[in-house]
């Protein structure tokens, strides 16, 4: 018996226990087991799941090979190959997760094979559970360890040829060229060509590698930043950045920096400014890629602002009309947030004015949603010139950029476009109505109850807003016009009140009818009702609120084990504890949280509360991140702030001389700070940028 062979009888004989093995653990290789150095060595591991008891389980614990490598011993066994560009695509993750045999490439856990004979185990260690709770279940190792193998598989290595390696590199470079994988088997057969590239780490495959990218750069540049000849890959990438056909990502400038730390080092910055420089010469694909990389390091926070931008601002606009359409809005939203400014207001304008019936409508909205940050009243101009179109880009969310005092629409222009919209070949019938529940006046209260009553669905949340606000005694008719029956079946609208009407308009009559659901007897009408007066709720929610969640406390306080397994009932505590601790128009101090975490009984509920708690520590801190049509914001433990606005009414209702801390995010970012700022000099309050 050899060395490597009795290490691994001693070990799993010393550290076996009681139990027997599992007896499902096996290696089967797929293919002969005769290969070419660079080969990919494919394998279908059958791991230990069919036998785990819910109490214990076993975990992967890599390979160990005869003769042993840089790994391949017990102490040492050979993992996944990490490079440090994060890749958890290969199956071997799932192992012991998923019954039945899984595929993997043994050449990703392995380090290069030399020529010779290989003789492989797979090693697995036992953990045995140690905590559970609805939210997690948590193992830990056996004490004393215990580990487990499969039965061994031998294979050779031979030297690669030159012919097989050059029939190998144009045949895995043809699949990659080719179509764009349509089922689960082709996505395998591309993505096996790109191993098969990156396991070869010649100078021919290097080049091959680069040349198909972006396709499957997560399995290439892997491959390049493994290279065993890091000096020659580095001079390779560093030529291919400004090469016109060259993609050049952000992960690519990220391996291109690994690569080259031990020969020429290289930073970020200094390629970045490289990349910007060839800009103006990029062809096809690899110009969109550029952009999206220059944009995305405008994203990072930085000290200074790199002198490439004005590249970037000429060459943006003249490469637009030339990306995938799939790409122009995300690259648009990139722009956006990083350059917002003045000057690119007529690029924009030129891209709603571009849009036609047929178009796809996401890049006229990233548009406007980036016109609205630079010049709101020129994005409202747009907004309300759109509205009078007969077909339009424009859709319900982009009204909340347009207020009702800046909106100047005649009731007649607002009923005759509905009913243009509902001719036959009309246009977006909901926009219409949506754009009445915001803009038409109380004076045109009996038309618009004529338009309503006429519908052939009664269903009409839309319409239903405008009564919530300029007819609240007709509103409250509609809704009392089926029993509030609590046990009965509601009529097939109601969610819908909840959902959308009350983004348009809420009123006393509108909460009203959705806090009496908070006790209808089924549980997703009570969540949509909770979720509802948590965001759009006026202070007058709080009471049935509390109701609700004592009353759902005193349900279940003597089963909690009950309700922890009951996944509707899980979720609706939640709902109504993040309605209470993060409603937007109250405020919850340490105190109501506290008397929120003593009504809980989920470990969910307790766990989300202990969270809000712990930011209560002063200072309080505020996040902004711009993600139009405005940002993304938070504050203490309010999370999902959609606008400034709003974040206003927030702050407003702590107390004079509240801390807080601000950061933010993107390279835009001063507009919103001043603007804060100076609301809380005015309010009280403390406001400190990071």
Same mark, same amino acid.
């Given at each position: 018996?050899?060395?490597?062979?009795?290490?691994?009888?001693?070990?799993?004989?010393?550290?076996?226990?009681?139990?027997?093995?599992?007896?499902?653990?096996?290696?089967?290789?797929?293919?002969?087991?005769?290969?070419?150095?660079?080969?990919?060595?494919?394998?279908?591991?059958?791991?230990?799941?069919?036998?785990?008891?819910?109490?214990?389980?076993?975990?992967?614990?890599?390979? @160990?090979?005869?003769?042993?490598?840089?790994?391949?011993?017990?102490?040492?066994?050979?993992?996944?190959?990490?490079?440090?560009?994060?890749?958890?695509? +290969?199956?071997?993750?799932?192992?012991?997760?998923?019954?039945?045999?899984? +595929?993997?490439?043994?050449?990703?856990?392995?380090?290069?094979?030399?020529?010779?004979?290989?003789?492989? !185990?797979?090693?697995?260690?036992?953990?045995?559970?140690?905590?559970?709770?609805?939210?997690? !279940?948590?193992?830990?190792?056996?004490?004393?360890?215990?580990?487990?193998?499969?039965?061994?598989? #031998?294979?050779?290595?031979?030297?690669?040829?030159?012919?097989?390696?050059?029939?190998?590199?144009?045949?895995?470079?043809?699949?990659?060229?080719?179509?764009?994988?349509?089922?689960?088997? =082709?996505?395998?057969?591309? *993505?096996?060509?790109?191993?098969?590239?990156?396991?070869? +780490?010649?100078?021919?495959?290097?080049?091959?590698?680069?040349?198909?990218?972006?396709?499957?750069?997560?399995?290439?540049?892997?491959?390049?930043?493994?290279?065993? #000849?890091?000096?020659?890959?580095?001079?390779?990438?560093?030529?291919?950045?400004?090469?016109?056909?060259?993609? $050049?990502?952000?992960?690519?400038?990220?391996?291109?920096?690994?690569?080259?730390?031990?020969?020429?080092?290289?930073?970020?910055?200094?390629?970045?400014?490289?990349?910007?420089?060839?800009?103006?010469?990029?062809?096809?694909?690899?110009?969109?890629?550029?952009?999206?990389?220059?944009?995305?390091?405008?994203?990072?926070?930085?000290?200074?602002?790199?002198?490439?931008?004005?590249?970037?601002?000429?060459?943006?606009?003249?490469?637009?009309?030339?990306?995938?359409?799939?790409?122009?809005?995300?690259?648009?939203?990139?722009?956006?947030?990083?350059?917002?400014?003045?000057?690119?207001?007529?690029?924009?304008?030129?891209?709603?004015?571009?849009?036609?019936?047929?178009?796809?409508?996401?890049?006229?909205?990233?548009?406007?949603?980036?016109?609205?940050?630079?010049?709101?009243?020129?994005?409202?101009?747009?907004?309300?010139?759109?509205?009078?179109?007969?077909?339009?880009?424009?859709?319900?969310?982009?009204?909340?950029?347009?207020?009702?005092?800046?909106?100047?629409?005649?009731?007649?222009?607002?009923?005759? =476009?509905?009913?243009?919209?509902?001719?036959?070949?009309?246009?977006?019938?909901?926009?219409?109505?949506?754009?009445?529940?915001?803009?038409?006046?109380?004076?045109?209260?009996?038309?618009?109850?004529?338009?309503?009553?006429?519908?052939?669905?009664?269903?009409?949340?839309? @319409?239903?807003?405008?009564?919530?606000?300029?007819?609240?005694?007709?509103?409250?008719? $509609?809704?009392?016009?089926?029993?509030?029956?609590?046990?009965?079946?509601?009529?097939?609208? !109601?969610?819908?009140?909840?959902?959308?009407?009350?983004?348009?308009?809420?009123?006393?009559?509108?909460?009203?009818?959705?806090?009496?659901?908070?006790?209808?007897? %089924?549980?997703? @009408?009570?969540?949509?009702?909770?979720?509802?007066?948590?965001?759009?709720?006026?202070?007058?929610?709080?009471?049935?609120?509390?109701?609700?969640?004592?009353?759902?406390?005193?349900?279940?306080?003597?089963?909690?084990?009950?309700?922890?397994?009951?996944?509707?009932?899980? *979720?609706?505590?939640?709902?109504?504890? +993040?309605?209470?601790?993060?409603?937007?128009?109250?405020?919850?101090?340490?105190?109501?949280? =506290?008397?929120?975490?003593?009504?809980?009984?989920?470990?969910?509920?307790?766990?989300? %509360?202990?969270?809000?708690?712990?930011?209560?520590?002063?200072?309080?801190?505020?996040?902004?991140?711009?993600?139009?049509?405005?940002?993304?914001?938070?504050?203490?433990?309010?999370?999902?702030?959609?606008?400034?606005?709003?974040?206003?009414?927030?702050?407003?209702?702590?107390?004079?001389?509240?801390?807080?801390?601000?950061?933010?995010?993107?390279?835009?970012?001063?507009?919103?700070?001043?603007?804060?700022?100076?609301?809380?000099?005015?309010?009280? @309050?403390?406001?400190?940028?990071?």
């Amino acid at each position: 018996m050899t060395a490597a062979r009795l290490l691994i009888a001693l070990a799993c004989c010393a550290l076996a226990t009681a139990q027997p093995d599992p007896s499902d653990f096996s290696v089967r290789l797929l293919s002969s087991p005769d290969y070419q150095e660079g080969e990919l060595i494919r394998a279908a591991i059958n791991f230990p799941v069919a036998r785990v008891r819910s109490d214990q389980r076993w975990q992967f614990a890599g390979f @160990l090979i005869e003769p042993p490598r840089e790994c391949g011993t017990l102490e040492r066994p050979c993992f996944w190959q990490s490079t440090g560009i994060f890749d958890k695509s +290969d199956p071997v993750v799932r192992l012991g997760d998923m019954p039945g045999p899984v +595929d993997i490439t043994l050449n990703n856990h392995l380090p290069a094979l030399r020529p010779g004979h290989y003789r492989l !185990t797979a090693v697995a260690r036992k953990l045995v559970l140690t905590s559970r709770s609805p939210l997690s !279940t948590t193992y830990g190792y056996a004490d004393p360890p215990r580990f487990t193998v499969s039965n061994a598989v #031998e294979f050779d290595i031979r030297p690669a040829s030159a012919a097989w390696v050059e029939r190998t590199i144009a045949a895995s470079v043809a699949v990659l060229k080719g179509p764009q994988p349509g089922n689960r088997e =082709s996505y395998e057969t591309r *993505r096996r060509a790109a191993e098969q590239l990156r396991f070869l +780490d010649t100078p021919a495959s290097w080049r091959a590698a680069l040349v198909v990218m972006p396709e499957e750069e997560n399995v290439l540049l892997r491959g390049l930043s493994a290279t065993r #000849e890091p000096a020659r890959v580095c001079e390779l990438m560093r030529s291919a950045v400004s090469a016109p056909e060259q993609a $050049v990502s952000t992960y690519f400038l990220n391996t291109l920096v690994q690569v080259c730390r031990t020969s020429k080092p290289v930073t970020i910055d200094s390629m970045a400014a490289e990349l910007a420089a060839s800009l103006a010469n990029k062809l096809g694909e690899s110009r969109g890629v550029a952009l999206q990389t220059l944009l995305e390091q405008l994203q990072q926070p930085s000290q200074r602002l790199p002198d490439w931008i004005p590249i970037v601002k000429r060459e943006f606009p003249r490469a637009y009309a030339t990306l995938p359409v799939a790409r122009q809005s995300f690259l648009l939203s990139l722009y956006g947030n990083a350059l917002a400014s003045p000057e690119i207001v007529p690029f924009l304008e030129a891209v709603l004015d571009a849009w036609k019936p047929g178009d796809y409508y996401e890049a006229p909205r990233q548009a406007l949603a980036t016109l609205f940050l630079v010049d709101p009243a020129r994005a409202r101009d747009r907004i309300a010139a759109e509205l009078r179109k007969p077909k339009t880009w424009l859709d319900v969310p982009q009204l909340e950029m347009l207020a009702p005092d800046s909106a100047h629409f005649t009731d007649i222009e607002l009923i005759e =476009s509905l009913a243009a919209a509902q001719r036959p070949g009309g246009w977006n019938s909901q926009l219409s109505m949506a754009a009445i529940a915001l803009y038409a006046s109380p004076r045109a209260r009996s038309r618009i109850r004529a338009i309503y009553e006429s519908q052939d669905q009664s269903c009409q949340p839309e @319409l239903m807003a405008y009564f919530v606000r300029a007819d609240p005694e007709y509103a409250d008719r $509609v809704f009392h016009s089926h029993p509030w029956d609590m046990t009965s079946e509601p009529p097939p609208c !109601t969610v819908q009140y909840f959902q959308r009407t009350p983004r348009l308009a809420m009123g006393p009559v509108l909460e009203r009818y959705i806090a009496a659901y908070l006790m209808h007897r %089924t549980v997703y @009408l009570k969540i949509a009702a909770a979720e509802a007066l948590g965001k759009f709720g006026s202070p007058a929610a709080l009471p049935p609120l509390w109701e609700a969640f004592r009353y759902l406390h005193d349900y279940w306080k003597d089963n909690p084990a009950g309700l922890e397994q009951n996944g509707e009932g899980v *979720r609706l505590e939640v709902a109504l504890r +993040d309605a209470l601790a993060r409603g937007h128009n109250w405020l919850a101090a340490e105190p109501m949280l =506290s008397t929120i975490q003593s009504l809980c009984i989920t470990e969910r509920c307790k766990a989300e %509360t202990i969270q809000d708690l712990n930011v209560q520590k002063a200072p309080l801190r505020i996040e902004i991140s711009p993600q139009p049509p405005g940002f993304y914001i938070r504050v203490a433990q309010y999370y999902g702030i959609e606008s400034l606005e709003w974040l206003e009414v927030k702050l407003s209702q702590f107390s004079r001389g509240t801390r807080f801390t601000i950061g933010v995010h993107g390279t835009s970012p001063e507009m919103p700070v001043q603007r804060l700022q100076e609301f809380a000099a005015r309010h009280g @309050l403390i406001l400190v940028r990071e």
